[in-house]
């Protein structure tokens, strides 16, 4: 089965936790704190695995998640970190935020690697908080939570030379005969379902990859038949082979086969109207195909090559491979290589600049609950380790800094309210002594 469009749930592994732990060693006075940082969740990684033609393997697992960060330990050790969960993909995979729509990765070299959900940093242990006042601190931190998001994978086939024309046109046929590929043939519309592809080697000793791509009809652009399931893969071809019907055995005019299948080609991409295109006049073994061929080269008024076939007698293959070869030697001369587009903020650092005077939380009421909402805020509960008191006096402290009392103190809190912050509850105290 060809699949060429998933959505999958990845997640990095959590960092692992911090550690309080002291030294208790014979002959060493007043040991101190020996408790090690947690090791780093591992990231998720997908890399290009040339040998795959399909997404056929994320039908069956769509959840991803990499390993957690180990604990630390005592004596100052620091937890291991978790390997990366490395997912393989076919070339031509485009990742895109499942939510945002925002593009995360082009893969389409072979080895080429994008994290598209990165680990957290695991927790630092005692021996990161002793100070000369507090020497022998127990105080240690969670490890961060690792990145999970939906992301959706699309396969673009990665061809050379992309055939296109109406269906029964003799698109899979022409394939079958220039390469060693074996797709579907049958006398009705349709029967390529899914992109085929075949290596085609010439004489001369040039090979490039063409693929027969399902058969166009009027809309495909918005869809019809099988348009957009076609269309997303002649976006990466760098020529297109037109196969026109000459004979008209279907019933149809191949000039204005023409017109149509050009016109789906612009509407779903413009830049799909400048692609270098060959005709391929099939049929030419059938008895119309001469007459109407003299017909369609006087109502045809761009300057396109044009190279009379026979898919099924072999006739005029050979010459069609050349040009073909030698248009895409052309485009490839003249044409840059594209940039390769990689995890965006694998690349950059996104900076975030507060506006003025612009708290770091919000307050709401609930009934009788306060309500404390903020990135920060949310992320200090996460990572307090709430099992030891100088954690916990270290945790109220920081509102304290924060302005998070104060805050509360002007809604209206009063000693004995409960505040949630980050789904934890805690009674508000306004005579703590810190």
């Known amino acids: 089965m060809f699949v060429d469009k998933v959505k999958v749930y990845v997640k990095g592994g959590d960092g692992g936790n911090g550690m309080v732990a002291f030294r208790r060693e014979k002959y060493v006075p007043y040991g101190g704190p020996a408790g090690g940082d947690g090791g780093k969740g591992g990231d998720v990684v997908f890399v290009v695995e040339e040998g795959l033609r399909t997404l056929m393997d994320f039908r069956y697992q769509r959840h991803f998640k990499a390993k957690r960060g180990e604990n630390g330990r005592s004596k100052s050790q620091h937890g291991a970190g978790a390997d990366d ?37 695991g927790g630092r242990g005692n021996i990161r908080f002793a100070t000369p006042v507090n020497p022998a601190p127990e105080i240690a931190e969670n490890g961060d939570l690792g990145e999970e998001r939906w992301v959706e994978l699309e396969l673009k086939v990665l061809a050379d030379i992309g055939l296109v024309g109406y269906p029964s046109v003799g698109k899979s046929t022409l394939l079958s005969v220039v390469s060693a590929a074996k797709p579907k043939i049958a006398a009705y519309h349709f029967t390529t379902l899914v992109p085929n592809l075949g290596v085609v080697r010439i004489d001369d000793g040039r090979s490039f990859v063409i693929a027969d791509l399902p058969g166009l009809i009027e809309g495909a652009h918005e869809g019809v038949g099988l348009g957009h399931q076609f269309l997303r893969h002649i976006e990466r071809t760098k020529v297109i082979i037109h196969v026109i019907d000459m004979a008209g055995s279907e019933g149809r005019d191949p000039y204005e086969d023409y017109l149509q299948i050009n016109e789906e080609l612009k509407l779903y991409r413009q830049d799909l109207a400048h692609r270098p ?44 491979m050349y ?101 934890m509850e805690f009674e508000f105290n306004d005579e703590l002594d810190l």
Do not use: C, W
Not at 282 to 303: G, H, R, S, V, Y
Not at 352 to 363: L, M
Not at 369 to 384: C, N, P, S, W
């Open 85 to 121: 969960l490395v997912v393989k993909v076919p070339p031509g995979t485009v990742v895109r935020d499942a939510e945002t729509g925002e593009l995360l990765a082009d893969l389409v070299e072979h080895g080429q690697r994008a994290v598209v959900a990165r680990g957290g940093k």
């Open 277 to 320: 295109q060959i005709i391929a006049a099939n049929k030419m073994d059938l008895p119309e195909a001469e007459e109407q061929l003299e017909l369609f080269k006087e109502q045809l008024d761009a300057d396109i090559p044009i190279y009379p076939i026979s898919a099924a007698t072999r006739q005029g293959l050979k010459e069609l």
């Open 323 to 423: 040009a073909a070869a030698d248009l895409l030697d052309k485009v490839e001369r003249e044409t840059p290589p594209a940039p390769v587009v990689e995890h965006q903020f694998a690349a950059e650092r996104k900076v975030y600049k507060a506006e003025a005077n612009a708290p770091d939380f919000t307050i709401r009421r609930e009934n009788e609950l306060y309500v404390v909402e903020g990135e920060r805020i949310e992320r200090l509960v996460q990572k307090t380790n709430f099992q030891y008191q100088d954690s916990v006096l270290r945790f109220a402290r920081t509102l304290r800094t924060l302005g998070v009392e104060d805050a509360l103190r002007k809604r209206g809190a009063e000693n004995g309210d409960t505040v949630i912050i980050g789904g």
